[in-house]
């Protein structure tokens, strides 16, 4: 079975502090990605990345960074923590393009972070 | 671009009661279409997807979901539920760039089924 981790399920930090979220597949995926989920706003892509140090900005990119040293682990970071950044973070793994068609995407168990 | 919309944000349902959570699509380009499903403090799960072919997809847990083109849905439906189906279900519709498959995701549909 597929396996994608996430490093915590629950964090509180505070306004300012530099945060980082962890994820790590087992599956050897190319691509990789990170979501917010808030209520009423389904998942919003952050970042991806399709390669190994190769990163790509999603639909809501600001106030995150993120890096891609290794093939399975892809690191969000939060560089200067605040409320709004207080969500549901959901990490995806998927493989690359087979034939064409769209694979399914892996999701970890999700880290929830409240910003104080 | 392409977008999803869930018309329902919260369903209410009885045990052994049939259940329809409505997907809107829109997409200029090619449509694979997908249903997740989220357990509580759970991360998501595949439930099925359309590619092509035949516009009845079966998943697990006994779901399933019609691909209508010309009204541009993907409605997932179950005959009868179990306490075991609460949970919040996504639709989401594929889309490619840089090679790499994004998915764009709908609002959410939480289910609650009642005893």
């Known amino acids: 079975d597929v396996k994608v981790t996430q490093s915590s399920r629950y964090l509180v930090k505070r306004t300012g502090e530099k945060v980082f979220l962890e994820c790590v597949q087992d599956m050897d995926h190319e691509n990789m990605f990170w979501y917010r989920q808030d209520p009423g706003l389904g998942l919003r892509l952050i970042y991806f990345?399709?390669?190994?140090?190769?990163?790509e900005k999603g639909d809501i990119p600001e106030g995150y960074s993120v890096s891609r040293e290794k093939k399975e682990r892809f690191s969000l970071i939060l560089e200067s923590a605040s409320t709004n950044q207080t969500s549901m973070y959901l990490c995806?793994?998927?493989?690359?393009?087979?034939?064409?068609?769209?694979?399914?995407?892996?999701f970890g168990p999700g880290t929830r972070l409240l910003v104080l | 671009a392409q977008s999803v919309t869930q018309l329902d944000s919260q369903v209410p349902v009885f045990e052994e009661a049939p259940v329809e959570l409505r997907c809107n699509y829109s997409?200029?380009?090619?449509?694979?279409l997908f249903w997740y499903v989220q357990y509580p403090n759970q991360g998501l799960q595949l439930l099925l997807k359309y590619l092509s072919g035949s516009t009845l997809v079966k998943g697990i847990n006994g779901f399933e979901a019609e691909f209508n083109k010309s009204q541009t849905s993907f409605h997932l439906r179950k005959p009868s539920v179990h306490i075991s189906d609460t949970a919040e279900y996504f639709c989401a519709v594929s889309r490619f760039v840089q090679g790499a498959q994004k998915l764009v995701f709908g609002q959410g549909t939480r289910l609650t089924i009642n005893p």
């Open positions: 990345s399709y390669d190994v140090k190769m990163k």
């Open positions: 995806a793994s998927v493989e690359g393009l087979a034939g064409g068609w769209p694979e399914t995407q892996y």
């Open positions: 997409s200029s380009v090619s449509v694979y």
